[in-house]
Structure formats: structure tokens, C-alpha cells
């Protein structure tokens, strides 16, 4: 069996359960092993997983899977189905947290996973925090502002920025009775909740906005309505008072080829969807739902009806994505008073990253001159539509270079006392930095690494350790910047195994002692490592005394922040 098929499946299948992966699985150098008279062939092969034990456990199914394909056995897909169905519900919802992860792995950048949907980007004091598109940095009282639309709608308008007039709705007597009173075209949507949910918009008449209050009701009995705004509907990013993108939000909508019909259109398109390169597991079909049917019969058209050859239909009131619209940028078109006024907008909330939906005829052209209206704020917005480099964008400016403390790896045979860490530990402090050293030789040096990450004040890091258990556990780290061996030994086979990782996970130097109290284990290591890094990547000092010194002043010549 190919073992880098198996290594393609075992990561698509977790990119697809919409988990937190990036692509960096790789096959360790083949061993032959002689076993009676055959020669076996041993393959190590290292796959990327934010959920450990889970992979362990999806990694049977998918071996077992390969080999029926490759011997032409029938194909039982079912177990792969129900690990992937309990992989989706470790995932974080929404799209943002899995292309933020995956943007900061391909730019170096360590994450990890914590309580609350929320993932650290970093270590230490370099680390910070995101839940989908809220930081650390973002104000507690913007986040409540932006989440009612009722509270946002009236302090943009305390501020004389342009919002549609709007009503509170406790009933269809009283939705009735406001369309009457800001007069129709209205928009009928919840007043707490995000991606479109239950967004009723252009209501003509009372018996458009009788049957789009029966949908609404269904996703809150909180609602609002508003004047219906004419213009198009674009989504402008502000991240730390800048405006990084912005885009032309095209509700779901089919165009006729003069011979299919409406309903074949819809599938067409759907199919074209999920070929293209950006579909994932969060990509929207369209719908011939009540709301599309509501939308043809007002043009006299049913979902057999076929359309001319170029002609547009739109089967959504809103244009979110999560409804099935598309995104197309226009980051470049912005006129700067537009690009002002979402500056205002998002600095009144004390937003620091803000997706402002701004309806105006032509975002080209200015607001003053052509009107335009906020519909809504969003602290936490989805992003990545029309904008894949939106992410590294936002990554390289909350994050110090790649986020990283410096991190030395010691090897030792397992002393006790941890005295080579330890005074490694103080010569880093005499530097003024927090740091942390990690010597548990059980299975929870793992949890411990992360824990001493996890510290906002943490300057640097120490693990020490003897390798032993790499095999079964992995490393510590995915990265180190300095190797320290001293009295260990390469010599038994799990030892060996971790010989061979270090040159993919250390990035830095390897810091060997001449004097090493057993002679035949540094004779052996010295080849090793020269072998393994390079020579020009291989430093002795003349005893261990002299280690620590000499790790402090290699640790202080590091970039900050990896």
C-alpha cells in the first residue's frame, strides 16, 4: 500500500470534517529490517492532527480501507463515514477558525487549542488570542453594541451616520403596523442574530411580509424591521483602523441559457460549486425553498419556467454567503469618502477587526453623492470569501513575527535533578526573561509543554528529555531553536528514531559538550549530528559549565518572535 496515499487520505479527511490541518505530513526514510529470510521495509509517517488519540484511531479504518482498494476487495466505506461524522463535531463552527489556523501553520506560527472555541496564535508573551474573527484585543462593550442590531442602528445615528429607519417587532400586528409607518419596501430580520439567519428583505407588500414573518419566527421571536435601503450590498473590513478589504455581495442567483429550466439552472450551479478550488465543507447550495418560489412568482416565473439566454434571477432577499451568495472583490474600487465613513463607523464601536455592510448604489462612487445606508456591523465577521490572503493580513498584525519564544531542547540520560536544564533555565533569566522548564519523563510532558506555553509572560522555553518516548508520543514541540545534548547516548533504536526527527524540528544550531562524562556517547553523537545538520550547523564548548553561557548568548542573538 502507497504510503503516501495513506498519508493523503488520513489529511483529507480531517480537512473535510473542517479541523484545523495544514499540509506538512511527511514519510521518514525508509529502513530495511532483516526478519528471517526476508528483508522487511519500515515506514514512519508523521501526519499533522489538531486531535492526537482521534488520528490514532481514524489511521485502522483508513489502512484498512487502502489495502481493500489495493487488492480489489470490495470497498466498505462506513467506518471512514462515522469517524469522519465524529471529527465534524470537533470542529470549531464557522470557516474562520480553520483558515486562520491553517494560514498561521503556513506562516510558522504555532496554534493551540483552548476552551471556548478559542485558539492561541503563538507562544508566551508573543501568543494571541482569536475566537473566529473577535481577538483578544477586541472591547467587550463593541462586541455588544455589534451584536444587537437595534443598539448599533441607534448609536450610528446618534453619530449622523446614514442607517435605514427601523421599528422593534413583537407581533405580526405590529410588523403590520410599522411597514405602514416607514413604508414599504421593508426589510423583516432577528435583532441578535449573524450570517443572514432568518433576514427577510424587500418586502413589497403585507403579503410578502405575512409570509416572510413566519420565516423569521422560526429562527428568533426577537425581531426588527427596517426600511428597505435600494443599492447594492458590499462588505467592508476594517482591521485596526484600516481598511483591508472589501466586497461586492451577490445574492444566490442563476442565470438562463435560453433552453434549461429554472430548476435545472440551480443544480447546474450547485454541481459547478463544489468543483471549484475554494469549495470546502462550508460551501451553501441553493435552494428552490418558499422564499425562491415567492421570488419567481413575483415575475410570474415557477421552477420549470426556463429563462432567455443572459438573463440574471436572484433567488435570495439577502445576499449572505451563508444563503448561498457569493463574494467578489472590489478592495481596489472604493471611494476614499466610503472608505472614510466605514473608518468612522468602526472606530464609534471601538472595533478593532469590524465587517461593516454598507448597501449603496456604487461603492465606487460616493456615499454623499449616491446615498447609502449601514444594514448591519459585525464584531465576529465570516471572512475568506473573495479574500484568501484576508487572514495573513490580520496574522502579521497581531502577531509578533511567528509568534514564537525561543526554545532549546536539552538531551540528557534522564539526570534527576535536571541540573544542565536548570542552569540553563538561570542563565536565560539573567537575560530578564519568564521561562519555563519541561523535564517530565512521563506522558504528560505534552500537557506540560502546552501549560508553560500557554503563559502570556513567558520569554523562553526548556524542555529536557531523554527521547525515548518520541516514537509513541511525538515531540514536545514542532520546533526548536537550539539542540543541547550532553551525556545521552543514541544508541538504542527509539533513540535512534529520534536522532533522525531533529533535523526536520530543530531549526536552529546543535550545542554538543567535548568533555561529556561518557566518552563513547558523545563519539557516537558527534558523527551523528555533524551527519544530521550539517557541520556548519554542529557547535562543541570545552565542558558543560560552559553550556549555559553559551545557550544565553546564541538564545540572544534570535529574532523576537521566531
Known sequence: MPALQLTELLMRLQVTAGLMVHSGAYLESVRPTATGWAMQRELRLYIPGPVVQMLK????????????????????EEPLRR?????????????????????????????IQLPGQVLQFGWGRHSRLFRSSISDGTNAVATAWAKDKRNSNALLRMARLPVPKQVSVTSLE????????????????????DQGLGVEADLRDESELRSAYSRSLKHSSDLILEKHMPGEDYRVYVVGGEMI?????????????????????????????????????????????????????????????????GQKLRLRRSANTSRGGTSVDVTGQVHRDNVELCLRAAALLRLDIAGLDLLIP????????????????????????????????ILRRYVVGCGRV????????????????????????????????????????????????????????VVETDGSRWDRLGLPLDRFDLLVAHDWNPGSAARQAALALL????????LLCKDSSDPGGMRTL?????????????????????????????????????
Open 57 to 76: 484511531q481514524l489511521a485502522t479504518p483508513v489502512v484498512d480501507y487502502l489495502n481493500a482498494a489495493l487488492h480489489g476487495k470490495t470497498l466498505t
Open 83 to 111: 469517524m469522519l461524522g465524529v471529527l465534524k463535531r470537533l470542529a470549531y463552527p464557522g470557516s474562520n477558525p480553520r483558515r486562520f489556523a491553517c494560514q498561521a501553520l503556513a506562516m510558522g506560527i504555532p496554534v
Open 174 to 193: 405590529t410588523a403590520l403596523q410599522g411597514a405602514e409607518q416607514i413604508g414599504y419596501p421593508v426589510v423583516l430580520k432577528p435583532a441578535c442574530l
Open 245 to 309: 478589504a472589501a466586497a461586492h455581495r451577490v445574492p444566490a442567483h442563476v442565470v438562463g441559457d435560453g433552453a434549461s429550466s429554472i430548476g435545472m439552472l440551480v443544480e447546474a450551479a450547485n454541481a459547478e460549486r463544489l468543483q471549484t478550488p475554494r469549495a470546502s465543507s462550508g460551501t451553501v447550495a441553493m435552494a428552490l425553498d418558499a422564499e425562491a418560489v415567492e421570488l419567481l412568482a413575483r415575475q410570474g416565473l415557477s421552477p420549470t419556467s426556463r429563462l432567455p439566454r
Open 362 to 393: 456604487d461603492i465606487a462612487r460616493s456615499w454623499r453623492e449616491v446615498g447609502a445606508a449601514f444594514c448591519e456591523v459585525n464584531a465576529q465577521p465570516q471572512m475568506g470569501g473573495a479574500h484568501p490572503w484576508i487572514f495573513e493580513r
Open 406 to 461: 525561543p526554545s532549546i531542547l536539552v538531551l540528557s540520560d534522564g539526570d534527576p535533578q535536571c541540573r544542565l536544564g536548570l542552569a540553563i533555565l538561570k542563565a536565560l533569566e539573567q537575560t530578564g526573561l519568564v521561562t519555563a522548564l519541561v523535564a517530565d519523563p512521563s506522558d504528560s510532558v505534552l500537557d506540560s509543554c502546552r501549560a508553560a506555553l500557554m503563559n502570556p509572560g513567558l520569554g523562553a522555553i
Open 503 to 510: 533535523p526536520v524540528h530543530v531549526s536552529g544550531l546543535a
Open 526 to 562: 558527534q558523527p551523528e549530528l555533524a551527519s544530521a545538520f550539517g557541520p556548519r550547523r554542529v557547535l562543541t564548548v570545552s565542558s558543560a559549565a560552559a553550556l549555559p553561557a553559551a545557550v544565553r548568548n546564541i538564545v540572544s542573538e534570535l529574532p523576537s518572535g521566531g
